[in-house]
């Protein structure tokens, strides 16, 4: 009997690598498997050592030093433009367009430039054991979105604090992630926040999943991710009566740079190779592609006209855009993209 087993697990230690490359729901639920495996034994390792120092937003330093390899293993590259602002020390609201539990990853690879940050998160997380335990020695502030009132006088005490000591707060004002291909209505928690203390708003985006991510379909793939700092937006003399212009030009500022990051991210996905197709751009923003009967994408290209040919020579051949076949995916999401530019 023992001898069975060990023959069963032999055989279906060998069938990984096959499933793994043949199979993209198999490949899906397994990289985010190993993504919450590791970030879980870290938090377990880490817990000891944060301790020493609970509750201090520096212990988060030491978790995405563990923890942002995982980006690698699970096929993810992060480019940071804008470094200068993120690195400025200073106390400042950050906010952030919200796609996927993989932002946390993106969040990881540059929590060395922020330095002092911290994130506000929903309640729910903390019961996320060994995780939330972790998150919350390590200085992450959980509210409780159902009591609003809670929630308030609990940001008022963190936004006093983030002042105080120079602190950067992460919020992600749309609340609920989504992987639409689109930045969703704002909500004006971090811009009171901001306005209260008198202190700038420091828009950050991350282009868009959608050439690699589709939750629906079970599909991740490797993928590429700009992740943009813009400069910081001042606070200074605005009050409350100015909150909806102010959250109005600060979305607008991360929609405008959401589409071009996420033109560009979309066209250098796959170079593309699709017999009597021919592609180019006089667009100053835009880089020349292409010959007929072979296009190639050399340099990133943010007009939308080149990028809806690029998205409908790759929809025609899923294998060829680099997905698995019968891929199709992100059909819809990427559709919703295109509609944006």
């Not at 308030?152 to 950067?168: A, M, S």
């Not at 600060?250 to 017999?275: C, D, G, H, N, W």
């Not at 050399?298 to 294998?319: E, L, Y």
Request: with cysteine; hydrophobic share 45%; glycine share 6%.
């Amino acid at each position: 009997m023992s001898s069975f087993i060990e023959l069963l697990g032999l055989f279906l230690l060998l069938m990984l690598p096959f499933l793994y490359e043949t199979n993209h729901i198999f490949r899906y639920y397994f990289k985010f498997m190993m993504y919450y495996g590791i970030v879980s034994f870290n938090s377990i390792v880490l817990i000891p050592a944060f301790l020493t120092r609970p509750c201090d937003v520096r212990n988060l330093l030491w978790a995405s030093t563990w923890c942002h390899r995982v980006s690698t293993l699970i096929g993810l590259r992060w480019e940071l433009r804008g470094k200068e602002h993120l690195a400025k020390d200073q106390a400042c609201i950050i906010v952030a367009n919200h796609q996927s539990s993989l932002d946390v990853l993106g969040m990881f690879n540059i929590w060395h430039v922020m330095n002092k940050c911290t994130v506000v998160a929903k309640r729910e997380l903390f019961y996320a054991w060994p995780f939330g335990l972790a998150a919350w020695l390590a200085g992450l502030i959980f509210i409780d979105r159902v009591r609003g009132e809670k929630a308030r006088e609990t940001l008022n005490d963190v936004n006093r604090r983030i002042k105080k000591q120079r602190i950067k707060l992460w919020v992600f004002p749309e609340g609920t992630r989504r992987n639409t291909g689109e930045l969703h209505p704002f909500k004006k928690g971090a811009f009171h926040m901001a306005i209260d203390q008198q202190i700038p708003i420091l828009p950050v985006v991350f282009s868009s999943y959608c050439t690699f991510l589709n939750d629906k379909k079970k599909i991740l793939n490797a993928g590429r991710i700009v992740i943009t700092t813009l400069p910081p937006v001042s606070t200074e003399g605005l009050t409350k009566d100015d909150i909806d212009v102010l959250m109005e030009r600060v979305r607008s500022q991360m929609i405008e740079t959401f589409k071009l990051t996420s033109a560009e991210a979309l066209q250098r996905y796959k170079p593309l190779k699709k017999s009597g197709v021919s592609i180019s751009s006089s667009s100053t923003k835009a880089a020349s592609v292409v010959s007929v009967g072979s296009a190639a994408v050399n340099t990133p290209v943010t007009d939308a006209a080149a990028v809806a040919a690029a998205a409908a020579v790759a929809s025609s051949s899923s294998v060829g855009y680099g997905q698995p076949a019968g891929y199709g995916a992100g059909a819809a999401a990427k559709a919703s993209l295109l509609k944006t530019l």
